[in-house]
């Protein structure tokens, strides 16, 4: 058995949105909304949810977060049974900005870094990949950024490209959730060559246009026509938000990940704002929905790890990080 390095680490995990419209399951960008994760030994399992929205993720060892945990220990061959965890959360659950990548990656950052940091972060994104089932929001959970990724079933490739300075990110969330596998279970098996070709040229293109900084080009490339056309049905107002939101401002529009939620690329110089703001919570505002929105930016870095020295140990994580949080 290998010492552990740190006693206590508390990770801080960005959010992220997948697909960006044409990437299903390739693209994926690190969002300013966040997930703390606290771990060290302990002499028994405890784990310990804050905020709200948290209930029904268990808090004994078939905890996400636990499991993870025990996969790195397993692999570095470290053997540390009993966890002491606690997780924070502004990302909203099942609403398709990452949740559960974010807990992935946040499980994976702080046990890795309790056991001195063995794992390398390809290594993190081969496991975190395996475990989601496609790299987009856990390569950008991971390495913050815009991520454009690909995987076989057998290892990850993924690059990290450099936001724009002046992009900005709405973000509209339906007051309902929506499963990934309700959302998965909407596409078909297959598709024609058209719909190939039509989303390999619009995803190359805003692949080059969020690189090259040409933000004009996204309106033209954040078109599909692999997912979203099928879960428009399941999302009351997605239909016109992506037809219309380029004639209120946005650059280009999505849907989130798997969805509800939806997502606007802004020109954070725009002076049309709080008209788009109004446009994406008009129409998904229905007989007994309604969305909150939140204005974000790509976060530009993956999980932040901070160790908390002795004297610290009885600050707890919800102290640790007040200032930090959006909600209480
Ligand atoms: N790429 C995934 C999807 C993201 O669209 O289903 C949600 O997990």
Redesign the pocket.
Known sequence: MIETVHPRVIVKVPAST??LGPG???L?MALSLYAWIEMSASEKTEITLYGSGMSGIPTDKSNLIYKVAQQVFQEVGVSIPELRIGMYSDIPLTR?L?S??SAIVGALAAANHLTGSKLSQDRLLQIATKL???P??VGASLMGGIIVSAWDGERAEAIRLEPHPDLEVLVAIPDFQLS?DK??HA?PESYTKQDAVYNVGRSSLLVAALASGELGMIRHAMKDRL?QPY?ASLIPGMEQILAEATEYGALGAA?S???PTMLALVDRRSRRKQELEQFLLTSLQHQHSGAEARWLVPCLEGPVITVPDSSEDDITLMEWIKGDITAC
Do not use: V
Request: no cysteine; glycine share 24%; hydrophobic share 30%.
């Open positions: 997948a697909n299903f399951d390739t994926g398709g990452g559960s990548a989601e089932g496609h987009d929001n990934t959302a998965r596409l997912h879960r849907l990940g798997a969805g």
